[in-house]
């Protein structure tokens, strides 16, 4: 395999999870019948340009299909997180209602709803049905197609050019990054901006958060990574913040090299010395992350075989694509846990890809009280438990397996 941004070979392998089917494929009672497809789930280090990738097995249509079942506006505190965004962006870049604002990944309007009663033009570019048409009713106007070069250009000559891009949580999702971003450089007005919200590489690995590795994720992204692909592809990112959504993301700023005027700041050149001084750059800063998420996985398994010996129920909240990443890789059946919560209807009644976990409504929580609740978007911990303090009226408690097992 060659790296997907500069073309090098690959040879040294950041983490193998064994396979696993994709992690949105949830499975219909229909297909219960059906063989499920498993594909290797390998990641691999670039040691040229140091982007982290997954091995080629799957196009991205193959992933994100009409039927895509993750919706953003589920997480209240993900909500919370765009609005804060667009009253940020609003005041910093002084939009007014002649600025055009596009957001890639625009998932179910979650964020662009917020510019629109504010008066902004804005538009989304979306290629899942399912999402694109929960945007559409919530009055967004939606492009329902990857975003390319070619697409890029199109909406050029139709006066669609942008004077901000938002990009959150998508950047990891694309094969061809170097198009992905190219098409960025196509679509920004000269003094545009673009703004890129992705989980921080030096997170994941201090973390061991090895459950945000699935398919749909083909990289996994450190600023020096991000800034190499940039730079070969006419942005340059002027500023960064670190951001806690998502186990801890980066969200940078980038402009046109060819026209952007904006000084680079400080922020930028800390962060990258934060990297190159924990070794992000040197292959050894990868050697012991399997056995780390090895632990994790073997801890996990123990305590439900514990549980399950000692009659205890255990149950798990959040259908997250997470969750299948932990599920296949220690090889949990429902045996040892019997099924899934989630408030979202579009998975409610289907099953865990893989593990094959039945997903139901909340109410199964107070009809069945178990006796521990693993949360499996560990990212909205507080969110969440707060959610769900019902459960300590029976004595129940929380379970996480991320970073390391913790009971509370």
Same mark, same amino acid.
């Given at each position: 395999?060659?790296?997907?941004?500069?073309?090098?070979?690959?040879?040294?392998?950041?983490? @193998?999870?064994?396979?696993?089917?994709?992690?949105?494929?949830? !499975?219909?009672?229909?297909?219960?019948?059906?063989?499920?497809?498993?594909?290797?789930?390998? !990641?691999?280090?670039?040691?040229?340009?140091?982007? !982290?990738?997954?091995?080629?097995?799957?196009?991205?249509?193959?992933?994100?299909?009409?039927?895509?079942?993750?919706?953003?506006?589920?997480?209240?505190?993900?909500?919370?997180?765009?609005?804060?965004?667009? @009253?940020?962006?609003?005041?910093?870049?002084?939009?007014?209602?002649?600025?055009?604002?596009?957001? !890639?990944?625009?998932?179910?309007?979650?964020?662009?709803?917020?510019?629109?009663?504010?008066?902004?033009?804005?538009?989304?570019?979306?290629?899942?049905?399912?999402?694109?048409?929960?945007?559409?009713?919530?009055?967004?106007?939606?492009?329902?197609?990857?975003?390319?070069?070619?697409?890029?250009?199109?909406?050029?000559?139709?006066?669609?050019?942008?004077?901000?891009?938002?990009?959150?949580?998508?950047?990891?999702?694309?094969?061809?990054?170097?198009?992905?971003?190219?098409?960025?450089?196509?679509?920004?007005?000269?003094?545009?901006?673009?703004?890129?919200?992705?989980?921080?590489?030096?997170?994941?690995?201090?973390?061991?958060?090895?459950?945000?590795?699935?398919?749909?994720?083909?990289? #996994?992204?450190?600023?020096?990574?991000?800034?190499?692909?940039?730079?070969?592809?006419?942005?340059?990112?002027?500023?960064?913040?670190?951001?806690?959504?998502?186990?801890?993301?980066?969200?940078?700023?980038?402009?046109?090299?060819?026209?952007?005027?904006?000084?680079?700041?400080?922020?930028?050149?800390?962060?990258?010395?934060?990297?190159?001084?924990?070794?992000?750059?040197?292959?050894?800063?990868?050697? @012991?992350?399997?056995?780390?998420?090895?632990?994790?996985?073997?801890?996990?398994?123990?305590?439900?075989?514990?549980?399950?010996?000692?009659?205890?129920?255990?149950?798990? #909240?959040?259908?997250?694509?997470?969750?299948?990443?932990?599920?296949?890789?220690?090889?949990?059946?429902?045996?040892?846990?019997? #099924?899934?919560?989630?408030?979202?209807?579009?998975?409610?009644?289907?099953?865990?890809?893989?593990?094959?976990?039945?997903?139901?409504?909340?109410?199964?929580?107070?009809?069945?009280?178990? @006796? #521990?609740?693993?949360?499996?978007?560990?990212?909205?911990?507080?969110?969440?438990?707060?959610?769900?303090?019902?459960?300590?009226?029976?004595?129940?408690?929380?379970?996480?397996?991320?970073?390391?097992?913790?009971?509370?």
């Amino acid at each position: 395999m060659k790296c997907r941004h500069c073309d090098a070979g690959l040879t040294h392998t950041f983490v @193998d999870l064994e396979s696993s089917p994709p992690s949105n494929a949830y !499975v219909s009672a229909k297909a219960l019948k059906k063989p499920e497809y498993w594909y290797p789930l390998k !990641v691999m280090v670039c040691e040229e340009c140091w982007l !982290v990738q997954t091995e080629d097995f799957l196009g991205a249509k193959d992933l994100f299909k009409p039927e895509y079942a993750y919706f953003s506006s589920f997480s209240s505190s993900w909500l919370e997180h765009a609005r804060n965004y667009v @009253d940020e962006v609003m005041s910093r870049f002084k939009l007014n209602t002649k600025s055009i604002v596009v957001e !890639v990944a625009a998932n179910d309007g979650y964020l662009l709803q917020y510019f629109s009663v504010k008066g902004i033009s804005c538009y989304g570019i979306e290629p899942t049905h399912s999402t694109a048409e929960a945007a559409r009713k919530k009055g967004i106007k939606i492009i329902e197609e990857f975003f390319t070069v070619a697409l890029a250009k199109e909406l050029v000559v139709n006066r669609q050019s942008a004077d901000i891009i938002v990009a959150n949580n998508v950047l990891a999702h694309v094969p061809n990054i170097n198009d992905f971003v190219k098409a960025f450089t196509v679509l920004l007005k000269p003094n545009g901006v673009a703004t890129f919200e992705f989980p921080h590489l030096m997170n994941l690995v201090k973390n061991n958060q090895f459950d945000t590795i699935y398919h749909e994720h083909y990289s #996994y992204l450190s600023l020096q990574s991000v800034y190499n692909v940039f730079k070969a592809n006419g942005l340059t990112i002027y500023d960064v913040d670190e951001i806690p959504t998502h186990g801890g993301s980066l969200r940078v700023y980038a402009q046109r090299s060819d026209r952007g005027q904006i000084k680079t700041r400080t922020s930028v050149k800390k962060i990258l010395d934060n990297e190159i001084e924990v070794g992000i750059n040197k292959i050894e800063f990868y050697h @012991d992350f399997q056995f780390k998420t090895e632990k994790v996985k073997n801890d996990f398994l123990l305590f439900l075989l514990d549980s399950k010996e000692k009659g205890l129920k255990v149950a798990a #909240y959040g259908a997250a694509a997470k969750g299948n990443t932990l599920f296949n890789y220690a090889g949990i059946k429902k045996d040892l846990l019997p #099924y899934v919560v989630d408030k979202n209807e579009a998975k409610q009644g289907k099953f865990m890809p893989g593990s094959r976990i039945p997903i139901v409504k909340i109410d199964c929580l107070y009809s069945h009280k178990p @006796d #521990y609740v693993l949360i499996l978007p560990w990212n909205l911990r507080e969110e969440i438990t707060e959610e769900l303090q019902f459960v300590r009226e029976w004595g129940g408690k929380f379970v996480f397996a991320i970073p390391r097992l913790e009971i509370i």
